[in-house]
């Protein structure tokens, strides 16, 4: 297979009139054409749920209904990613790419224009799928189009872009449902979609695994897409009604079962969708768990501190959203930093840093209390920043950087599996730790704040209600009574609170030890079709 020279990379290709238009081919051109698709995908990740209470109000949604709009996305998302990057890598990343630009933009739109819920959770799943073609098709696009020594500045951008989108989402989200309607929220992508899709149309340079021609692995998706299925969609009850459920197990039984199929069927496919060979690499390997990891504890800490000072504080969507910019904003900071710590030291030491960071930030944030002040908790959002954004960038790196050129596109999905699958395991494990400690405390603390016992032992039946950090007062309860279980309520939503985070720091230190075994991505960029 012909080796494809870094200088060669760099340089656009002019060998016909159609390649020979300026800018088709050039990597910053290509990296500006991806974060521009990418940042639709970080836009709807929080403006979602800033628009979820307008959405409840205006379509008469139940709680369970509501959570479908964000779990029917997460589970059409979960499942497809590694597909998507097969697809990707088998039939052209650009194509794959805009085509998941396309559908994201006229999902987003049909989400603005749907009349009743069921349409709106319909097009979330039409929505989640393409962001599965449109995610891993990016990454594979700068791993076949920039050079190994200039791949991680390319990804700290890329990760600076979702951070950009992720920080601004609250605010702008806030301000369009406060001040227009929910549905100029999924509106907001189609000028997005427009301008990343000309604008790939004119600069990408194709390029494919002309290995891969003729055969695609029907058999592995299947079971593969079954697989991952059972596994979100366990965890995702397991956080309504807890692991012990029998939903939540009879669902990991079936992912069980389908994941060892899946292995079987690799290890005999001429052409696996996932080839098992890839994890060999102890560092690929080393580095998709700690993504998982980092993810566990960094989106289920986001999930719980925003119900803390939506429920507990008392802020407004906006308000929230501004006062975790030392959060979101530093991570478009931390990303850049990430990727020049990673070409200069390899992943190993931003990854250890990074979750090192978590660690520190989750056992700070587990110390504070109902009534802490901005400024004993805004320094620790700064640490979980600067931690996203080093093991983001980072573990991509050693992920994609550590697979061969060729499987770019699976490389992209195992990496975007990892982070969902870490996202779902923080917020639902978490949860359920969480909701556990307020049922064991919920009558002492109502108790110890003063209401009294057979009141107490009444309202011990809210922990759903409580674990959400809102106080189940009765209409027309006195105030002094109301005031107690408030503060009763608010003592032991911290309660879980503390503990919920305690879990996710010591899963963050742990983690550190899987950080060093990670190296830098060695495989040369090379057998890329151009076209």
Do not use: C
């Amino acid at each position: 297979m012909a080796q494809t020279s870094s200088a060669e990379i760099l340089r656009p290709p002019v060998d016909t009139p159609a390649r020979a238009r300026p800018g088709h081919g050039h990597p910053w051109l290509t990296l500006v054409a991806v974060a521009l698709g990418v940042m639709m995908v970080g836009l709807d990740a929080t403006v979602v749920s800033v628009a979820n209470p307008a959405i409840a109000r205006d379509l008469h949604a139940s709680l369970s209904g509501l959570q479908w709009v964000t779990n029917a996305y997460l589970l059409a998302l979960a499942v497809s990613l590694i597909p998507a990057g097969k697809i990707a890598d088998r039939f052209g990343r650009k194509r794959t790419f805009l085509a998941g630009v396309v559908g994201f933009a006229v999902a987003s739109l049909a989400i603005g224009l749907s009349g009743g819920l069921g349409m709106v959770v319909f097009w979330r799943v039409v929505q989640g799928f393409a962001g599965a073609l449109l995610q891993p098709a990016s990454l594979a696009l700068l791993r076949n189009t920039f050079p190994p020594e200039r791949l991680n500045a390319a990804i700290g951008i890329w990760g600076s872009t979702v951070g950009i989108s992720i920080a601004g989402g609250p605010i702008v989200g806030g301000l369009l449902v406060e001040h227009v309607n929910w549905e100029s929220v999924f509106f907001l992508n189609a000028p997005l979609g427009v301008i990343a899709l000309v604008t790939g149309l004119w600069v990408i340079r194709e390029s494919k695994d002309e290995e891969a021609a003729g055969s695609f692995d029907l058999p592995g998706v299947a079971l593969l897409t079954g697989s991952l299925f059972f596994l979100v969609w366990g965890l995702i009850k397991a956080g309504e009604h807890g692991f012990g459920h029998t939903t939540p197990l009879a669902s990991f039984g079936a992912a069980a079962v389908l994941m060892v199929a899946f292995v079987v069927n690799e290890l005999r496919a001429k052409s696996p969708v996932l080839p098992l060979s890839l994890f060999r690499s102890v560092s690929l390997s080393a580095a998709t768990l700690l993504i998982v990891l980092g993810f566990f504890a960094m989106f289920g800490t986001i999930f719980f501190i925003t119900l803390y000072m939506q429920a507990v504080h008392g802020m407004t969507p906006v308000q929230s959203g501004v006062r975790m910019l030392p959060m979101t904003g530093i991570f478009i900071v931390a990303s850049p930093i990430a990727g020049f710590l990673t070409s200069r030291f390899g992943p190993r030491v931003p990854l250890a840093l990074g979750m090192a960071f978590t660690a520190a930030a989750m056992f700070g944030l587990s110390r504070i209390g109902v009534d802490a002040p901005y400024n004993q908790i805004w320094p620790w959002f700064v640490l979980v920043g600067l931690a996203f954004g080093m093991v983001i960038v980072a573990g991509t790196e050693a992920i994609v950087g550590n697979a061969p050129a060729h499987l770019a596109g699976v490389a992209g999905g195992l990496q975007q599996t990892a982070s969902q699958l870490g996202g779902v395991l923080g917020t639902s494990v978490l949860g359920v730790l969480l909701s556990t400690k307020v049922g064991n405390v919920l009558t002492d603390r109502l108790t110890g704040a003063g209401v009294p016992a057979p009141a107490a032992h009444q309202l011990a039946g809210q922990t759903g209600l409580v674990s959400q950090g809102v106080a189940p007062v009765p209409p027309g309860t006195p105030e002094p009574a109301a005031h107690a279980i408030t503060n009763g309520s608010h003592l032991a939503f911290m309660d879980g609170f503390q503990s919920s985070l305690t879990v996710a720091g010591i899963v963050a230190a742990v983690a550190v030890l899987a950080a060093l075994a990670v190296r830098k991505g060695e495989s040369p960029v090379e057998g890329v079709a151009v076209g």
